[in-house]
């Protein structure tokens, strides 16, 4: 069946590009987790498919959880090795980080793909598969890191190890259940994800050589956001799902709006946002428990407002497109909010990337209300491999060519050595 796409995935990779930058402020899996219940939100927001505005929270939980999982990951060495002096060490680095923003889009697109697919009649068996990522997961860091002693990221966490078995474990559970499209998705948001990573440490490398007076980390953050999240959307709108998904229980929905809702921003806001944690980020502006002080209050108001908003339209039973679209809004301009607070906004600092956010929130707005930049494409459910390996292959071609022109930009930079070249 041939339908049209475009604008679609331009404002899934928007809003997951924008939301992910933001997550910058915050780190860790709670902060990926809020990006990735918007990229989720917007998922659903453009589908047109008004049986999946009635389980939009479950997949908006969905997205978070995958998206969120990989915020385990520590990346911060791996991205140093892209700004080497040799073409072995930036290759490494490069390629590591297209490694670690697959996982990243592989966990997300992957459970967000599986929630889709589960029907009354072929539902997914949730417990048997996080029982499986569990085990997956422990095996493949036992395996890598204590018995190989692979280490991506010396001395640094090796928890990627933990998201790459679980993300095998899921893909095996898939295959066993003949989930073709939740497949489809998982890959092509780890493709996303992955090129948004590596490609975006090229652009870092290149501002910070050529002293861009820009936030280039917010930049690699929003390009892993907009690849991943487009790539998620490609697979999910090129695939095919049942006509009809039956409407989300009760308890289902509301204990998605939960963790959703209040409990990932009440984990963000204690880990970043408390009177203390602002003092402690802020302490060079002056007066600075008087703008902590401002800053929590304001942050819990938001928070507030927030949770009451969109708990309220849940007491419905039915819910409409523009439900979705005043959910994803809040939850997207509020943590916009967040992003300003803890960067000072209320001691006077300002910052160019943030008024970035602004400026992405209104175009996305505009787009929603655009039909057009859209391109044929054919719904499909199958898994091409050969072709699927063919694009790997083509990918970290192409990033060797990076690395040679990262390499070729600057000279020495100190020690961004993952393995000694002496």
Not at 5 to 29: C, D, K, N, P
Request: charged content about 15%; hydrophobic content about 50%.
């Amino acid at each position: 069946m041939t339908k049209k796409i475009g604008i679609q995935v331009l404002i899934v990779g928007m809003s997951l590009a924008t939301a992910w930058a933001i997550r910058g402020q915050f780190g860790h899996e709670q902060g990926a987790a809020w990006a990735g219940a918007i990229g989720g939100l917007a998922l659903v927001l453009v589908s047109g498919r008004k049986d999946w505005y009635k389980k939009m929270m479950l997949v908006a939980m969905a997205s978070a959880v995958g998206w969120g999982a990989g915020g385990m990951i520590s990346y911060g060495m791996v991205v140093g090795y892209g700004f080497a002096d040799n073409f072995v060490n930036a290759y490494y680095g490069l390629g590591m980080l297209f490694l670690i923003g697959g996982l990243f889009g592989l966990l997300g697109g992957g459970l967000v793909g599986l929630t889709l697919d589960s029907t009354k009649e072929n539902r997914v068996r949730w417990g048997a598969l996080l029982s499986e990522m569990t085990v997956g997961g422990i095996i493949s860091y036992y395996f890598l890191i204590e018995q190989i002693g692979f280490k991506m990221t010396p001395p640094r966490s090796e928890a990627w190890a933990v998201c790459f078995g679980a993300g095998l474990a899921m893909l095996w559970f898939m295959a066993r259940e003949k989930r073709n499209s939740a497949i489809r998705v998982a890959f092509y948001a780890m493709l996303g994800g992955g090129i948004g990573f590596s490609f975006g440490n090229f652009l870092h490398v290149l501002g910070n050589t050529w002293q861009i007076p820009f936030n280039m980390w917010n930049v690699m953050e929003y390009c892993i956001g907009i690849c991943g999240g487009s790539g998620m959307a490609y697979g999910v709108f090129s695939s095919k799902w049942p006509k009809e998904i039956p409407r989300a229980m009760k308890w289902e929905n509301w204990s998605a709006l939960i963790i959703v809702v209040l409990f990932i921003p009440l984990i963000v806001y204690r880990e970043s946002l408390t009177y203390a944690h602002i003092a402690r980020r802020l302490e060079n502006l002056p007066n600075i428990e008087s703008v902590a002080s401002t800053s929590t209050t304001m942050v819990l108001l938001v928070l507030l407002a927030m949770v009451i908003s969109i708990f309220w339209r849940f007491k419905k039973e039915q819910f409409s497109q523009n439900d979705v679209l005043i959910t994803f809004f809040t939850m997207l301009l509020a943590y916009t909010f967040m992003s300003y607070a803890v960067t000072g906004i209320f001691g006077g600092e300002m910052h160019l990337n943030h008024h970035l956010y602004v400026g992405n929130i209104l175009l996305i707005f505009v787009l929603l209300r655009s039909g057009s930049w859209q391109f044929n494409y054919t719904e499909m459910d199958k898994v091409d491999l050969k072709k699927w390996f063919f694009y790997v292959l083509v990918i970290l071609g192409v990033l060797a060519i990076l690395a040679m022109i990262a390499i070729s930009v600057h000279g020495d930079l100190g020690d961004r050595d993952r393995f000694p070249m002496n």
